[in-house]
Structure formats: structure tokens, C-alpha cells
């Protein structure tokens, strides 16, 4: 068993400019050179994203959210979905929500226009002897208003896993990292809060699930509970932090799972899956 796939994470069409309009934030002139104008500076790094996947040709494409900044901005949803299918045929490309896609508190009406736009929100596949599963943890963020979805997912989460259980390896994408530093660290809107967050910790013990993948922070960061790896990856978009805009690869190889982020300038020209 060996392969790869590309993770990416918050191309968020639409960032720059709410990041310059709203907050005047120095970043944006510093990376672009100017104040954000017409367009979206989000065009040329997504497509250096998929121009990048289609020349190294993963096993798939994951999106762990963010997809755009304003998921009734019809421009914005247009401009990622016309890049999207540039994507090879060949390649599949499997799609998370963000906060920004359904709301920091979800609605049944955001979560629906989610669903119409791009299909399942909480779903699994299979590739070799690994299992993915993908989850809207924007949901688990907060459900107040969706109080429902929440007790949907846990019955989703808890069947799938157990399904799963032969699998090789067990692996979770989803926007939120569970935490930052700790399993029990403090509740913050950079992490999933701690009363949904132990429900997951119990059920991925339980469950010997190997990585979680996140997104979320425009920036990297890597901790772990155990054996349980928390990896997140920073933006195809507008970056924060010290990390530039790219994507992560990730190699498994007979139950090793090795990774590594790169900036769009740094991707290697092909990967030689029997070489890493």
C-alpha cells in the first residue's frame, strides 16, 4: 500500500478584499503589492493549486474548508467552482465546509445552500485499505441553531467508525482543528470546543484513528494526543502567520503516514512515490 494525496485548506475567494475593506490589514499590500482591486487575488493561487495537482497527479484532492468568503457572494462561489473544474477528470476532489461556507453558527438555510452547491457535508470513502472520513465541524463549532445536525453527525460518526473499524488506517479531515496545543486546552474560535471536542477525542481512541486534518488557522501547526496526530495545514489563500500560500502532500506507505507543507514555490516538479 502506498500513495499520495493533496490536502488543501481555505481558498476562501473573497478574503483579501474584505481583509483590506474591513480591518486594513498591512498583509494584504504586502503580499500583493497594491491594495486589492478588481478580481480575485484568490484566482492565481487556487489555480497554482490545481495546475500543481494535475501535474503530480495525487490519488485525490481533499478541501478542508473555506471555500469562499461569503457563500452568498455568487461571484465568489463561481470563480471557485470554474477553477474546481480544472481539476483532471482523472483526479477526485472530495470538499469540506469552513465557518465561512455555512456560518460560525450554522443555519439549516447556509448548511442547504452548501448541499445544493456541493453535495454531502458529513461522508466517508475509502481509498486502498484507509478510510476517510470527512466531517462539517463547523457543526460541532456550534449547533445551537442546528441542534439536530449535531445529534445526526454523532450517530453519523459513531456508525461510520465502527463500519471502518478493519480498515489499515483511519483518517479525519475536517475545518477546526481539535485543538491547538492540548486535548484539554481552553475553548476559543480557533479550536472546537471542548464538550464536542471529548465526544470525538473518546470516539477516535476508541477507534484507533491515526490523523486528523484540519485547516481553519492560515497557518501550520502540528500537536498530537497520544497516537492521534492533529495536523493543520495553512492556506491556499490569504496566509497568516509565517507560512506562504500551498498545500500539504501526504504519503502513506504501509501504515506510515508522512507529510509535508509546501509553498507554491517550493512544490517539487513530480512525485516518485517509491522514492519518499
Known amino acids: 500500500m502506498s500513495f499520495f494525496f493533496i490536502q488543501m485548506s481555505d481558498p476562501q475567494f473573497g478574503l483579501f478584499a474584505h481583509a483590506y475593506k474591513k480591518y486594513k490589514n498591512p ?13 480575485f487575488p484568490e484566482t492565481h493561487l487556487y489555480q497554482q493549486a490545481i495546475d500543481i495537482s494535475n501535474r503530480l497527479n495525487p490519488a ?66 475509502d481509498h486502498q485499505d484507509v478510510h476517510f472520513l470527512c466531517l462539517n465541524s463547523s457543526i460541532i463549532f456550534d449547533p445551537l441553531l442546528v441542534p439536530n445536525e449535531w445529534e445526526n453527525l454523532k450517530k453519523f460518526i459513531s456508525m461510520d467508525l465502527e463500519a471502518a473499524k478493519n480498515s489499515k488506517e483511519i483518517i479525519v479531515f475536517m475545518h477546526h482543528p481539535l485543538f491547538g496545543r492540548s486535548p484539554d486546552e481552553e475553548d476559543s474560535h480557533m479550536v472546537l470546543p ?9 470516539q477516535f481512541e476508541t477507534y484507533s484513528v491515526n490523523t486528523v486534518f484540519s485547516g481553519h488557522w492560515h497557518r501550520n501547526n502540528e500537536t498530537s494526543d497520544g497516537r492521534l496526530q492533529v495536523i493543520t495545514t495553512s492556506a491556499v489563500g490569504f496566509p497568516l502567520g509565517d507560512d506562504p500560500s500551498g498545500l500539504r502532500i501526504v504519503h502513506i506507505k504501509d501504515g506510515v503516514i508522512s507529510h509535508k507543507y509546501f509553498g507554491f514555490d517550493q512544490v517539487p516538479e513530480r512525485i516518485d512515490i517509491e522514492k519518499i
Open 27 to 39: 498583509r494584504v499590500i504586502k503580499l500583493l503589492g497594491k491594495p486589492p482591486g478588481d478580481g
Open 60 to 125: 485525490f484532492v481533499v478541501i478542508t474548508g473555506d471555500l469562499m468568503q461569503d457563500p452568498l457572494d455568487v461571484e465568489q462561489y463561481q470563480e471557485f467552482t470554474r477553477i474546481s473544474e480544472t481539476l483532471s477528470e482523472e483526479i477526485p476532489i472530495y470538499l469540506l465546509p469552513g465557518n465561512c461556507d455555512v456560518g460560525n453558527q450554522p443555519t439549516h438555510n447556509l448548511i442547504g445552500l452548501y448541499r445544493d452547491r456541493f453535495g454531502a457535508d458529513n461522508y466517508s470513502f
Open 194 to 202: 471542548r464538550e464536542r471536542r471529548l465526544f470525538l477525542l473518546e
